[in-house]
């Protein structure tokens, strides 16, 4: 299969079920600007084998939608870009993610900030598998 570097559907998480299990399974860790929340399990088979994510953007934080959609898709620019090692460390070992990005800031950092942070997130997230 060929990693491509995009963010279809079937790599975010959308279903209620699948939210409510990862955050009543998963393991959480802190890395300011987020609250990340993971949940590892073995997949079905190795094209199911690529990590999934979601993004929250509080309203409380953030009232306009329009900055809550900006951090949103600054967050997914990020992963969408820093993916390719753990996914294919995810289908080397059949294994899959759950990834929840919970944003905690309370102001919008610029995009290489975030995309550090994400890059940090990765790497952890190797160590993990």
Known sequence: MELR???PKSQ?????TAIQSLFEEGKGFSLYPFRVVVHLYDAENQEDAIPRILVSVSKKRFHHAVKRNRVKR???EGWRNNKQQLVALCQSQNKTLDVAFVYTATIILK???VEDKIKEV???LKERL
């Open 12 to 16: 975010r998480i959308y279903k209620q």
């Open 74 to 76: 600054l967050i997914r």
């Open 122 to 124: 990765v790497e952890r």
């Open 111 to 113: 995009y290489n900030e």
């Open 5 to 7: 570097a995009d963010l």
